[in-house]
């Protein structure tokens, strides 16, 4: 214990020392900020890449059903008012919504483009909050009789789509009793077609406005041949309820021939991927950190060749070689950690400042948002505030037995 102490003391005695301002002093500190600047960067980097990440899952969670009902066995499954009140009675389910969702070709003024049907009833509102999403027009699906659509913004510029003009938009599926060939569409007996005026337009990410099209249950079972079938069924929960425990028993009322997915299910390729990409982040800058701090080798070669006057004082007094070397190990982590701390206080304020006063702003005029979004998370503060050090000091334990061989 005695022996780290005087380590320590001797360590900071050579860096700190107020008469040893020298061009080892300025070389230190040069160490020190080439370790500081890829600190910050990580920082603000991982800041970033969270906020990006929050984004995006606040968008797709706005979108997907909290949970999500479907067939283990097939597309779609029968429904009926039963089935919904058994839900209902689960502890902890607040909505339950039918969802019919099929691809089909629309048709707007001359115009096509191939996309997802998503047919829905009067509880969907309560289960998505789509109303929030509308940029345009009104989420009216039905005025008395007549059958309305709200497109998602890319539809409606594929499209070329004006809720203020009243054109009609045209579906087209195939039916479910042939497999049609690729000329029978033009045949007009393989395909079903119903058409409805669209009235909303809603704005979200381009892998979803760009696709969906929300139409009523009955016209979407009437277009994808159907009747009395649903191909999921949504189902929100109470505020103040785990939805995991919800989902569990709805799993278990519901048997094995029934699939529940939870936001994260739903999307658990890409939230994997996301993860990835994380990793991949930390990588590249582990990457460039190791070349930074290669700044400390020629550092500690020369704080080892000023101080052989030092060295050589300690040996005559009974100091052994793996104490001489010991020193000198701390003295490089002590240059890390100064620039770790330095690091990541100034990727926290910049961080900060992006985030409270958008420094930098993301161009375009169709983006949802216009700066980059940071979100600073403790736990990726811990991971680069301990592996920058470790690095470093596995860096200067190889570097100072080297030397002093």
């Known amino acids: 214990m005695k022996s780290s102490s005087l380590i320590r003391l001797i360590a900071r005695r050579y860096l700190f020392s107020r008469k040893s301002h020298t061009v080892i002093n300025i070389i230190s500190c040069v160490s020190a900020l080439a370790v500081a600047v890829p600190t910050a960067a990580m920082v603000v980097l991982f800041s970033v890449y969270n ?24 597309k779609s499954f029968p429904s009926d008012s039963l089935m919904r009140e058994h839900l209902m009675e689960i502890e902890g389910v607040e909505y339950v919504t039918e969802v019919v969702e099929e691809n089909a070709l629309a048709e707007y003024r001359g115009r096509q483009h191939i996309g997802m049907v998503r047919g ?27 059958e309305q659509a709200v497109v998602g913004m890319g539809v409606a510029y594929s499209l070329g789509i004006n809720v203020q003009m009243f054109d009609k938009l045209t579906f087209y599926a195939p039916r479910s009793e042939q497999a049609p060939s690729a000329l029978s569409w033009l045949g007009g007996g393989a395909y079903n077609r ?31 041949d159907m009747e009395g079938r649903v191909t999921s069924l949504g189902v929100s929960v109470l ?32 939230y994997r991927i996301m993860k990835y990409e994380k990793a ?59 620039g770790t701390v330095a690091g990541v206080v100034l990727g926290i304020v910049l961080s900060l400042l992006q985030q409270y006063f958008g420094l930098i702003s993301i161009d375009g005029a169709n983006m949802l948002i216009d700066t980059y979004p940071v979100r600073l998370k403790i736990l990726d503060l811990l991971l680069i505030g301990i592996s920058v050090p470790v690095i470093d000091y596995l860096i200067s334990r190889m570097t100072v037995r080297s030397i002093m061989k």
Request: aromatic share 10%.
């Open 194 to 224: 119903q058409s409805l005026f669209p009235v909303g337009v809603f704005t979200l990410d381009a892998d979803t406005d760009g696709v969906y099209t929300l139409v009523p249950i009955d016209f979407a079972r009437r277009l994808f």
């Open 239 to 270: 505020e103040g309820q785990d939805l995991s425990k919800v989902q569990e028993r709805i799993t278990k009322a519901l048997g094995s021939d029934y699939l529940v997915q939870n936001r994260y299910q739903q999307k658990e390729s890409l």
């Open 51 to 74: 906020g990006l990440d929050d984004l995006l899952r606040s968008l797709y969670n706005n979108f997907d059903l909290p949970l999500k009902i479907t067939s283990v066995t097939g």
């Open 120 to 146: 829905v009833d009067s509880f969907y509102r309560h289960v998505v909050p789509i109303e929030s999403m509308l940029s345009m027009g009104s989420y009216t699906l039905r005025l008395g009789d007549l």
């Open 280 to 338: 991949g982040i930390f990588l590249i800058c582990v990457l460039v950190l190791l070349v930074a701090s290669l700044t400390l080798v020629s550092t500690l070669m020369m704080l080892i060749i000023d101080k052989q006057q030092g060295i050589f004082t300690l040996r005559s007094i009974g100091a052994s070689d793996g104490f001489i070397r010991q020193v000198f190990i701390v003295q490089g982590l002590y240059i890390s950690l100064i």
